[in-house]
């Protein structure tokens, strides 16, 4: 299909989650590969504003099957999975 077939690999990479969203890199950590912005992903609600701020976007585990998916258990007012493609960096 054509989505299958305009995709664009981003090979070996190492990832990163956070609240500011997720980033994939380059093996040496030099190129950002794919980003998808923490306002995508992550609930914009805060817990308090303060010196103990805590943001909504908590990612708890991170797993991948090494072949098409990466899964992100995150807390975001309720526990939530995301599922990433593994080629792109796209949410799935």
């Not at 054509?2 to 956070?18: D, Q």
């Not at 701020?53 to 258990?73: E, L, N, P, Q, T």
Request: aromatic residues 14%; hydrophobic residues 30%; contains cysteine.
């Amino acid at each position: 299909d054509e989505f299958h077939a305009s995709k664009e690999y981003i090979g070996n990479t190492m990832w990163l989650f956070g609240e500011k969203g997720m980033y994939v890199y380059s093996p040496d950590g030099k190129e950002v590969k794919s980003h998808i912005d923490g306002e995508r992903i992550c609930d914009k609600k805060e817990d308090f504003e303060g010196p103990s701020y805590h943001s909504h976007c908590r990612f708890r585990d991170i797993v991948s099957d090494g072949k098409k998916y990466v899964w992100a258990a995150i807390s975001r007012g309720a526990p939530t999975i995301d599922l990433f493609d593994i080629d792109t960096g796209s949410v799935v």
